[in-house]
């Protein structure tokens, strides 16, 4: 990737602020959640040209992605994908087995293995349940990957 340098972030408010305009559910969750590791992806390195981000988290006792998003212009250069890559590499090295996500693009986490789980049959930890947009605007699929 030309000019883009993906590493790891302490500030997940800017994060958070990037999930939101992206379109992502954020705060509003059932438990609270304990960020784990955040990642940003920056062109050039400029310290404000935030153009991603991925956040690990653990909510409830389950490891999450708790979010992962790319600006519209930057996507389909594989900063998603490092951004998860990376998330992912994580999680096995610290041990863990199983992650979820509530996604709005699950053809994107299905490429990684991702498999959707019936809502009912998911940990009750997941936010985007109550939003007024969910099931007509937004129709998000709960999924899981055994790592």
């Given at each position: 990737?030309?000019?883009?340098?993906?590493?790891?972030?302490?500030?997940?408010?800017?994060?958070?602020?990037?999930?939101?305009?992206?379109?992502?559910?954020?705060?509003?969750?059932p438990v609270p959640t304990d960020i784990i590791k955040c990642?940003?992806?920056?062109?050039?390195?400029?310290?404000?040209?935030?153009?991603?981000?991925?956040?690990?988290?653990?909510?409830?006792?389950?490891?999450?992605?708790?979010?992962?998003?790319?600006?519209?212009?930057?996507?389909?250069?594989?900063?998603?994908?490092?951004?998860?890559?990376?998330?992912?590499?994580?999680?096995?090295?610290?041990?863990?087995?199983?992650?979820?996500?509530?996604?709005?693009?699950?053809?994107?986490?299905?490429?990684?293995?991702?498999?959707?789980?019936?809502?009912?049959?998911?940990?009750?930890?997941?936010?985007?349940?109550?939003?007024?947009?969910?099931?007509?605007?937004?129709?998000?699929e709960v999924m899981r990957m055994y790592i």
């Open positions: 990737m030309e000019n883009i340098l993906i590493k790891q972030s302490d500030d997940y408010d800017s994060l958070k602020i990037l999930f939101i305009k992206n379109g992502l559910e954020v705060g509003n969750e990642w940003h992806a920056k062109y050039n390195n400029e310290e404000k040209h935030l153009i991603g981000g991925a956040t690990l988290g653990l909510r409830g006792g389950v490891y999450i992605v708790d979010g992962i998003a790319v600006e519209p212009e930057y996507r389909n250069r594989d900063i998603g994908t490092d951004m998860l890559d990376k998330l992912i590499a994580y999680a096995k090295k610290i041990g863990v087995k199983e992650l979820w996500l509530v996604a709005i693009a699950p053809q994107f986490f299905r490429k990684y293995g991702f498999t959707t789980i019936n809502r009912k049959s998911s940990p009750n930890i997941f936010g985007c349940f109550n939003c007024k947009k969910y099931g007509k605007e937004c129709k998000p």
